[in-house]
């Protein structure tokens, strides 16, 4: 990230700039920042407080200007409670955090992302698809996707490589994790948990008479971003618009 001088260290034959240097004036992107080792860690934050780097093998500050995006699937709160991630660092990063909700709770999401995926491996293998298989669609819809985007391109990568025709499909027991979800008794426990979080819902939806975001929202006395609740309350079927006319009448 910081490049190095010529003659830092064994198979440095020339100078090379680091990813800091070559953005300066622009944007940089840190993916899986919450991976980071604690030493880079520390360069990191000098980065961030002083707009500063030093080359490996340098002794010379050299000033960047970079606009920092971060992103990490990893809960960072807790990494700096078991001192894993540097709290000071979290609170520089943390500046205007942006948090993307899970691929299970954007089930709206699922066709055109497959759509797009199906067309991008498809053109890399050489394959047109046509159309898209039903059963698989209504498949990749009700599979919870633990594994979110990565999983979904993974399963379609592989399914494009193996079909033939011109219709697109996956097979099933790929994503069998769902199936077994399916049968004996997790089903009623399942539905009682859905049944539960739709009351907790309704309840600060009422609190808060139908508003959804600002300080008296009810996203905010649920403590979860606006719009991970905008998506439960469309896939749990509340009406939100009764308790606005409840609190008007």
């Known amino acids: 990230m910081f490049g190095h001088e010529k003659g830092a260290f064994t198979g440095a034959l020339q100078r090379r700039l680091g990813r800091f240097e ?8 840190l993916d899986e920042v919450g991976d980071l080792p604690a030493e880079t860690q520390i360069a990191l934050l000098r980065v961030l407080q002083e707009r500063e780097i030093e080359r490996v093998g340098g002794s010379q500050p050299i000033a960047v200007d970079v606009r920092v995006l971060a ?3 990893r809960d960072l709160k807790a990494a700096v409670a078991a001192g894993a991630f540097r709290q000071d660092l979290f609170y520089r990063l943390n500046v205007f955090p942006i948090e993307v909700p899970s691929l299970r709770e954007r089930m709206d999401d699922i066709h055109l992302l497959v759509e797009y995926f199906i067309e991008r491996y498809g053109k890399t293998a050489g394959k047109k698809f046509r159309s898209i298989n039903k059963k698989t669609l209504d498949l990749f819809q009700a599979y919870d996707w ?22 697109f499909s996956v097979d099933e027991t790929w994503l069998k994790r769902e199936s077994r979800q399916a049968h004996g008794p997790v089903i009623p426990f399942v539905a009682t948990l859905v ?18 975001a600002g300080p008296a929202g009810a996203a905010t ?29």
């Not at 985007?149 to 011109?166: F, M, P, T, W």
Request: glycine share 8%; proline share 2%; hydrophobic share 40%.
């Open 22 to 29: 070559l953005a300066d004036g622009g944007t940089i992107f």
């Open 71 to 73: 992103a990490t699937n």
């Open 146 to 167: 633990p594994g979110n985007i990565r999983e979904l391109q993974n399963v379609i990568e592989r399914a494009v490589i193996l079909c033939d025709g011109a219709t």
């Open 195 to 212: 049944e539960r979080e739709k009351e907790i819902i309704e309840a600060a939806l009422a609190k808060s008479s139908g508003r959804i």
């Open 221 to 249: 006395k649920l403590g979860i971003p606006r719009q991970t609740l905008e998506s439960k309350i469309k896939s749990l079927g509340i009406d939100k618009q009764r308790f606005k006319a409840r609190h008007a009448d």
